[in-house]
RNA sequence: GCCGGGGUGGCGAAAUGGUAAACGCAGUUGACUUAAAAUCAACCGCCUAAUAGGCUUGCGGGUUCGAGUCCCGCCCCCGGUACCA
């Protein structure tokens, strides 16, 4: 017997699959079903590290055994989301063009993908730099063009004074940006905006309908924020404003004894005239304004501040009582109305400023203790006509009169902001758009913008020599020459391109669309394919995308659907997330903490179905957890044990191998179609633990080997084709079937209880009565001091579990 | 604060309300070897008066014949989010 040789043997197979294409994916098979199983494509960031084999080599064991099944037809791709600023970056530090560091990075990365042993369907792989996979990322702009779902806003945004660009929301974390973590400040820039928020409803309400981890349905719901409430109109005493609030309690109405308006409040200038402390209230808006919106909410829960705005009272529409003015800094401008009446009988922040600046605190609930403020639900007082009622009564009641004197109606809102997608940065997509003087001119309400014909697409990002921002916040494409002189597409004169470039999120939000058909110049996927494919079946990723990749996709999904040119509305049945391989610290990898493992060091010592299989038996995938170096010595062993197997196999067959084969075949299937990859290879331990104590059969061996085929790929074909003789590939065989008959136990322990308490247990036949049982148990030496001088008060006898005998 | 997830041997972990610690790692002892590695075998939660018994799943209660698992109240760790009206 050789001795089996990891390097040597997965290179040959690897190369032998990819010879033969076993793993390219027809559009249709007739007969088979068709199965879309994603994972997020990586970013080619130069190297590929242990995450990278987490993420791509463990769905691959799923994958494999769906395609053992027979009846699917199953697409496993991959590829690349290659736009973004780390190649801006590093190309600036290595001197090369983003463009070349990112195509040598795709170049090695596909080397060291391929040695992972995956069934990738590598004829479909995409990039997303590639002019002929822009080219739909830019027609999909135009389509949401199109439907009115684009738009350009001036409005203050997140700006990342180091990677010099804006921010969407979803990218600020913790008021510091998500890439390279400077605090983020705000910023007035003209912007393209996608309207997300037109979908808040729908992104909401048909997460019910997906099988998805219920903390990724909560993140979304959280994100998209939504509350429903009322808008109420409260008149300026003595002037034809109105200042307009939100609130989700109209019924406490009556208990508004003053009003709050956020220091940007725009109304604030058109009342100027009427403060009459006009040097104080601009005062604290200009020490309000001069805060970043961290230094806001660092500032939180400290000390509420604010200044009455004298002179301006507001009357209450219902209870007609006048009522004070102030403004604060804890109502935002950016939420709800941007003012809101304040209830300090019922709401903590404003009982704690109420408290501090001794305004009126009134109770319109009913409390049971009576304590102050008081949240929950209950029966209104001293609100006029509206005593006794219910709070939900009160609410309908309410909003009917406001309604009815046009003084406020019923209002959902939304904390979901629209989606801001222009980047002032190089290395990106550039948007279809050009701006003509001539347009504008004649629409001025337009600016002159004007998309460019479908035809005309793409529009190729132009090589250049210095890609650099500039502190300016003016994009580098501002300075690409003969490329921004464009003829306008309406009026036919001269134009200018525009210059920024697309958020790589609008890259990677319909990438799985693109995998179906990646070579089509006329349509970014046929649409039988699409109809044949998707939604997707299975995608699996990381949870820090539950709030940014997921909710753009689900919304571009949407977006087509609405355009006509989707059937489905969501784009991913069942989301699995998996966890994150930590170091053998317990500490998240990293190099200056010198604890990253190198997969590829490791495939080198241990081979690559040692790695897959090592990360399948780690723990849950869900969990991830520390990477242990000694750990992996397990499966090594696991490994040189089934090769010595495979080659002193016994000549005849052993009932207990026999048995103990149709019971794992059964426990294998179960756990990989759950998803529990760790029990799987334990349940193959076990097994091979018997067959060595045992012996086993050849024939029960070979079904043994293609249970372990989905996680070791390389060594059971070795074994399959060039110690046991097989033509083909064992990965195109069959999923084996067991018999019940014969994974059926043969003999159990029957456990004997007093009062709930082990005393013994017996081996005996399964399906043994209580009857038996009884005596059984009766009869045991162990239990009899138990029993002794007592009673049995009640016998409880679980079928081929336990007897419980209860004395008294 | 709020929303999610978690807390089980030295470590990774397993366990439809039914023998807690399966399967591994590390460790100890032994066999083989001139020796080491590899391999194989045995042991491997804690306590005790030790052929046996008792205790043990973050803490405190409860439900149940029986709780790691269900319920109530806490503590700690991780992730998200935040004067969101």
């Not at 529990?676 to 104590?693: D, H, I, Q, R, Y």
Request: hydrophobic residues 35%; charged residues 25%.
């Amino acid at each position: 017997m050789k001795k089996y040789d990891p390097s040597k043997t997965e290179k040959k197979w690897q190369e032998a699959w990819k010879k033969a294409g076993i793993y390219n994916t027809p559009d249709q098979i007739e007969a088979k079903k068709n199965q879309y199983i994603l994972t997020e494509f990586p970013y080619p960031s130069g190297n590929l590290h242990i995450g990278h084999w987490y993420a791509f080599s463990i769905p691959d064991i799923y994958v494999r055994w769906l395609r053992m099944q027979g009846r699917y037809n199953v697409l496993y791709p991959i590829g690349f989301d290659a736009f973004g600023l780390p190649a801006e970056n590093a190309a600036i530090k290595y001197g090369k063009s983003p463009k070349a560091w990112t195509r040598s990075n795709v170049e090695y990365m596909t080397k060291q993908l391929e040695t992972m042993g995956a069934t990738f369907d590598w004829s479909r792989v995409i990039d997303t730099t590639d002019p002929k996979y822009y080219h739909w990322t830019q027609w999909l702009f135009l389509q949401l063009f199109k439907q009115g779902l684009v738009y350009r806003a001036k409005a203050l945004a997140n700006w990342c004074p180091s990677c010099k660009t804006i921010l969407a929301n979803e990218q600020v974390i913790q008021g510091h940006c998500d890439r390279c973590n400077t605090e983020v400040v705000q910023k007035e820039v003209e912007q393209w905006m996608f309207k997300i928020t037109d979908f808040a409803d729908d992104l909401i309400d048909e997460l019910e309908y997906l099988d998805w981890p219920k903390p990724t349905k909560t993140a979304q719901e959280n994100w998209i924020g939504r509350s429903r409430g009322a808008k109420i109109k409260f008149k300026v005493k003595d002037t034809d404003k109105e200042i307009e609030v939100f609130t989700t309690r109209p019924e406490t109405i009556f208990g508004a004894t003053y009003l709050v308006v956020a220091p940007e409040h725009r109304l604030l200038k058109q009342l100027e005239s009427k403060i009459e402390n006009k040097a104080e209230v601009q005062e604290y808006i200009d020490k309000t304004l001069a805060k970043t919106e961290r230094d806001r909410i660092s500032e939180a829960g400290v000390e509420k501040t604010g200044v009455r705005l004298e002179g301006l009272k507001v009357v209450n529409p219902l209870s007609n009582k006048e009522i004070p003015v102030w403004i604060a800094d804890y109502v935002l401008g950016s939420y709800g109305t941007g003012a809101i009446m304040a209830v300090p009988g019922h709401d903590e922040r404003d009982f704690e400023f109420a408290t501090k600046f001794k305004l009126e605190i009134k109770s319109v609930i009913k409390s049971p203790t009576g304590e102050l403020p008081y949240l929950g639900g209950g029966e209104l007082e001293n609100s006029g006509p509206y005593n006794d009622l219910s709070a939900g009564e009160a609410i309908s009641e309410i909003i009917k009169i406001l309604e009815k004197n046009n003084q406020g109606r019923a209002t959902t809102i939304y904390r979901l902001r629209d989606w801001s997608i222009s980047r002032q940065r190089y290395w990106g997509v550039p948007i279809p758009m050009v701006r003509c003087e001539a347009c504008a001119r004649l629409d001025p309400s337009g600016q002159g913008y004007q998309p460019i014909d479908e035809e005309n697409l793409p529009v190729e990002l132009p090589d250049l020599e210095d890609f650099k921002p500039s502190d300016d916040g003016q994009p580098p494409l501002a300075r690409a020459g003969d490329w921004l002189k464009v003829k306008c597409p309406k009026c036919g004169g001269t134009a200018e391109r525009e210059t920024d470039t697309m958020d790589t999120f609008v890259d990677s939000s319909w990438y799985f669309l693109r995998y179906l058909d990646p070579q089509n110049d006329q349509r970014f996927a046929e649409e039988n394919r699409i109809k044949n494919w998707l939604p997707v079946d299975l995608y699996i990723g990381g949870a820090e995308h539950n709030t940014m990749h997921l909710l753009y996709s689900r919304f571009i999904t949407k977006a087509l659907q609405t355009a006509g040119l989707l059937s489905f509305s969501e784009p991913f049945t069942r989301r699995l997330n998996h966890g994150i391989i930590l170091g053998p610290d317990n500490q998240k990898m990293s190099k200056s903490r010198g604890n990253v493992i190198d997969p590829d060091e490791v495939v080198i010592e241990h081979g690559a179905d040692a790695v897959r299989m090592f990360l399948a038996f780690m723990g849950p995938y869900a969990q991830g957890g520390p990477w242990s170096k000694t750990g992996i010595n397990g499966i090594s062993r696991f490994i040189k044990r089934v090769w010595t197997l495979a080659h002193t196999l016994s000549s005849q067959t052993n009932p207990v191998s026999l048995q103990t084969l149709h019971q794992t075949i059964r426990a294998v299937g179960e756990d990989i179609g759950e998803l529990a990859f760790n029990t799987v290879v334990s349940e193959l331990m076990k097994a091979l633990n018997v067959f060595e104590e045992q012996g086993v059969a050849q024939s029960e061996f070979e079904k043994y080997l293609k249970l372990l085929a989905p996680l070791a790929p390389h060594l059971t074909e070795e074994i399959w084709q060039t110690v046991l003789g097989h033509k083909n590939s064992i990965h195109l065989e069959n999923w084996p079937d067991y018999d019940p008959d014969i994974a059926k136990v043969n003999s159990i322990r029957l456990i004997l209880q007093v009062n709930g308490r082990v005393r013994d247990s017996i081996p005996v036949a399964p399906g043994v009565s209580q009857i038996e049982a009884e005596r059984i148990a009766q009869e045991s030496e162990k239990l009899s001091p138990y029993l002794k001088d007592k009673k049995i008060i009640r016998v409880i006898f679980v079928p081929d579990k336990l007897i419980n005998l209860v004395v008294g």
